[in-house]
């Protein structure tokens, strides 16, 4: 087109229409306007076209009609066929994700290349102690560990043609690998799709139409350690490197029990009689730190003290667990069921209530489109009426599944503490509290304001485990 426009070519010959273009607009603009502007004829062959003849414009209109619907249809099939394979959990990707390569029997499965799973487990066990993602990059970069990209075409002794990218580990690239289910075996799909069959842009697609499939392949990580990740993600605080540039104990967990803030580490560099300079860290208010005593006090605990504290309950608790197990059990059940007994009964009545709405909502909807039919109210009240008896049904049958999906968890209260008191049973013969513990064990800890009572110095310390919650 270039040389058209600079006049060196006025002829422009192809087999037929559909051979010079299937959008049928852009088509119609060159035909009658781009070409006869800059005086070029056009020939399509067997359509028996030519542009300086008369007569034929309007079937070449509808011939290229003809030949957009047709690459319409088969976009659409093409479309159809691959979903359909990937529901099969068949795999479409060009590439297979790092940890795996394609089988070579079959391109549509994956086996584990064992040299980039190992790194691909470093990562969540990094994650699952409560890295974030930009360390665990840095520390990938400073091991010499080579990114996905370079590391697929290193292992095909090929040269990386992206030479302008940058071939170091990144954040963005840790946490795609974090959140990517085909670690766990299953295959997941549909994640992106063209704006459409003229338009090759990609765009997100919403997760509810993703396209999952379980146990298409050999996991390289397990379900518990996948859990615990997310479990990290969730953390209202997230883990901040202290002045020792490490992750504090308890960093993420710690929270003010008078005004809810997160509890920030302090680091202080202390001399020792004999001289040698010692780093002491301990925990205050963020509230307190951030905008002083008319926010909150400072809740001033010592990390050692502290410590000592949630270890020694850990460590009772696991042992009481596992001298009498079944009875633990059965008291913290009733324990928890006692103290959701009274949510769960608003919300079994709230849920009736909401079933019984529903159930006369489609009598209304049912009622009313009859009444159309037979000509007993006008269309335009119809509509009206089924469009506010549709909108309540969806805001009704939201509400309903928000409620027995928190009485589904109401019901799992002793699965729940079974799998605290297996876990507690693991650290019986632990002998130091570590980060690993706390995040596997925990869900918050809350540090109340030391008072003195009775010339003794006391302060409420509450443990909220995870599966178990505050236990008495």
Known sequence: MSRVRKGEINLVVVKDMSRFGRNYLEAGIYIE????????????VNDNYDSLRDGNDMMVIFRNIFN????????TKIRAVRKSAMRSGRYMGAFAPYGYVKDPADKHKFLIDEPAAEVVRLIFSMRSGGIGCPKIARELNEKGIMPPRTYYFDARGQANPYKKTNKKWNDCTVRHILEN??????????????????????????PEEW????????????KELWEECRRVDKLRSRPHQNRLKEVSLFSGLLFCADCGYSMRCQVTVRRKKNGVKANYEAYMCGSYSRSGHTACTTHY????????????????KAEEVCVREKEVVRRITEQKQAQGRQEAAAAEKSAKALKRRLSELNRLIQSTYEDKVLGKIPEPLCVKLMSGYQSEQEEKAAQLEELERMLAESRKVKED????????????????????????????IEVGEARVVNGQKERQIRICYKFAGDIR
Not at 33 to 44: E, K, Q, V, Y
Not at 211 to 220: K, L, N, S
Not at 301 to 316: G, H, N, R, T, Y
């Open 181 to 206: 289910e085909a670690y766990l075996g299953h295959t997941v799909q549909h994640k992106e799709e063209c704006v459409s069959y003229k338009d090759h842009r990609l765009k997100a697609v919403s």
């Open 68 to 75: 957009d619907f047709y690459a319409r249809d088969t976009s």
């Open 417 to 444: 503490v079974q799998e605290w008191a297996g876990l507690m049973k693991q650290y019986r013969d632990a002998d130091i509290l570590d980060r690993d513990m706390l995040l596997k064990l925990v869900e918050r």
């Open 301 to 316: 605990i010592p990390k050692s003290v502290l410590e000592e504290l949630v270890f020694s309950d850990i460590q009772a």
């Open 211 to 222: 396209i999952r499939v379980e146990d298409t392949h050999e996991p390289i990580i397990t």
């Open 33 to 44: 306007d781009t070409f006869p502007g800059l005086n070029c004829r056009l020939i399509a």
